[in-house]
């Protein structure tokens, strides 16, 4: 399985926030990530954190760091139905390769 | 902002033939590249570094001399999936980091490989 560990469903209620949580193992890591992938399309950077913030905000979107569990999560504020995506954590492994996690289904519904 | 494009969209062939895939950074200098493997509901899975100038790097259980990869320029990657199967029909994805961030890496649209 992956290094990277991530639930695989999400349904959430337009308006509410959505959480998205993951795990990473490597430690030494610098930048951790959250992409988005809507269907049949490429990947989206949404945001990034590097290792040694415990939080970053970008409009709608927190970013929570905790390197003492190797946590990661999403918060989506206000979710929108265009929020409906799969969601990967990554984190960066030496220079630029990136080890992904399954990824999370969220599902918004009305 | 930056942008990788990849062609073709996709593509349909019939087993035995080889299907080249480009990459390309369309406003920014690429030395490396990566190709990604997406399988359906599945993580994407690293193929290989693309390095111009010198061979690329296949992760461990990637036939280099089934998924060839060649990077001409600064500016693009191929990946040969040669001799294409059934089970080789997947989603692949190409990536490249700008030279001088680590902060963003910047993902093509991906090419769907059906093999029939």
């Known amino acids: 399985g992956e290094d990277v560990e991530q639930s695989l469903f999400l349904s959430v209620r337009e308006g509410d926030s959505s959480v998205i949580n993951c795990t990473y193992t490597d430690s030494s890591s610098t930048y951790l990530y959250w992409y988005k992938q809507e269907p049949g399309a490429g990947l989206q950077l949404l945001t990034y954190?590097?290792?040694?913030?415990d939080m970053k905000q970008d409009q709608r979107l927190t970013v929570l760091l905790n390197k003492k569990d190797k946590h990661l999560s999403l918060r989506i504020a206000d979710t929108q139905t265009g929020d409906s995506a799969i969601y990967f954590c990554a984190e960066i492994i030496g220079d630029y390769k990136l080890s992904f996690g399954a990824g999370t289904t969220v599902t918004v519904r009305a | 902002g930056a942008v990788v494009s990849q062609h073709p969209s996709r593509v349909i062939c019939k087993s035995g033939t080889s299907v080249k895939i480009e990459c390309r950074s369309l406003d920014f200098q690429a030395t490396t590249m990566f190709w990604y493997r997406q399988f359906p509901k599945q993580s994407l899975m690293l193929m290989a570094t693309?390095?111009?100038?010198?061979?690329?790097?296949?992760e461990q259980g990637v036939e280099k001399d089934k998924f060839l990869i060649n990077h001409a320029s600064l500016t693009l990657s191929t990946l040969t999936v040669t001799s294409a199967h059934p089970e080789d029909s997947s989603f692949y994805i190409c990536s490249a980091p700008p030279p001088t961030s680590r902060e963003t890496q910047y993902f093509g649209p991906g090419t769907r490989l059906l093999v029939l």
């Open positions: 693309s390095n111009e100038g010198s061979k690329a790097t296949y």
């Open positions: 954190i590097f290792s040694n913030m």
